[in-house]
Every structure is written in C-alpha cells, then in structure tokens.
C-alpha cells in the first residue's frame, strides 16, 4: 500500500503534542526542498492558497514547489504551533532564502491546515510577506536540511 493510501500520522483530533508533532513534520518535509516528498502529506485533491496564486491537487502542488525552490535558494524554514482544534491546525513561520543575485530575504507567515481522518491536509491557506534582509542579518544558518534539535524555535528568536 503506498503512502497516500496509508495516511500520515498524527492523525485528527489533535492534541497539542499530536499537533506540534505534525507541525515539525511539515518543517522537516519543506526544509529537504523535495516536491515530491513534500506533496505526499496532502490530499490527492488539496486545495491551497498560497499568497495571490491558488493551487489543487498532488500534481499541482509538486509543480509549484519546484517553482517556488529554483527561486528561493538556500531555504530554511521554521514553522511554530499557533493554535489547533479537531482537525484543524494554525502555525507560524518564518524562512530565508536569496535569490540568484544574492539578495536575502526573511518570509513570515502564517498558514491554516484543515486534515482528512487519514491526517492527510485538504486545505492550506496560507498569507506570507517578504521582508529584504542582509546577509549578516540571516537567523537560519544551518545546514541546509532538517532544523536541528537545538537550533532555537521562531520565539526564541523573538521572531
């Protein structure tokens, strides 16, 4: 059975670790920039809005992140826990990236996830801000991959 079939744990109603769980599994999936990774934790028929542009299905999401990461390079994400309820999640999050000059940029955001009972994400709205930063600025500056453990979360930041 392939994993769309499966689902993806945690699955709804959410409790608040079931929910900062699926929140940093989101994080980890975004900052391997791998569409297709990513993809596989939304509905076959998940309908989006991120920023202006709308987007539904698998296949149309896999297509704009591929977009999307041959425009932003060298991104690193943190997403944070805002709030949840049943089958609905709020997060924040912030990440940077330069384009291909070499201008910096700091993204903050916050999206609302609604999930299926086989905790795949049919729905996510998201509203997002781009803010020019120098590269001394940048706050993100590990590896490029998975966040580590220790690497301190959007509050600690103060962001």
Do not use: C
């Not at 001394?136 to 962001?159: A, M, N, Y």
């Amino acid at each position: 059975m392939n994993q769309s079939m499966e689902g993806r744990p945690p699955y709804p109603p959410f409790t608040k670790e079931s929910a900062i769980e699926k929140v940093r599994a989101a994080e980890d999936a975004w900052n391997s920039r791998d569409p297709d990774r990513v993809s596989l934790a939304y509905s076959e028929n998940s309908r989006w809005r991120n920023r202006s542009e709308f987007v539904n299905g698998r296949e149309a999401i896999v297509g704009f992140l591929k977009r999307k990461w041959t425009k932003e390079l060298d991104y690193r994400l943190i997403k944070e826990l805002w709030s949840y309820d049943g089958n609905r999640i709020s997060v924040r999050f912030a990440y940077e990236w330069h384009d291909d000059l070499g201008n910096w940029f700091r993204s903050y955001g916050n999206e609302n996830w609604e999930f299926n009972g086989q905790g795949l994400m049919t729905r996510r709205y998201a509203s997002i801000n781009d803010l020019p930063i120098k590269e001394e600025e940048r706050k993100f500056r590990w590896i490029l991959g998975r966040r580590p453990d220790e690497h301190v979360g959007l509050t600690e930041l103060d962001l």
